[in-house]
């Protein structure tokens, strides 16, 4: 484990003297096939897959609050009756 770690940090090095943006490392837990970042030593495609996650979950709750601030929209639009009929009462 120890070897494989410094072979990984070795190839890191190399690739940023390099100025590569990635590098062959050791296959990440997720069993992808181990090219990583240079700088941050992650897994590329565990990256775009987190990426691609929250970039749904944003989705997801932009659609909502566009639903609610429609809703409040057309509330506010929608004449008060109760208040009307309490004037209508009171004549």
Known sequence: MRAERLVSTAAKNLAIRAGELTYQGNPCKNGHD???????????KCAVDDALKQ????????IAADIDRVARQKAMQEPDYSRLNSLWLSL
């Open 55 to 62: 970039n749904e979950s944003r989705k997801a709750k932009r």
């Open 34 to 44: 181990g090219i990583r970042y240079a700088s941050n030593c992650r897994c590329v």
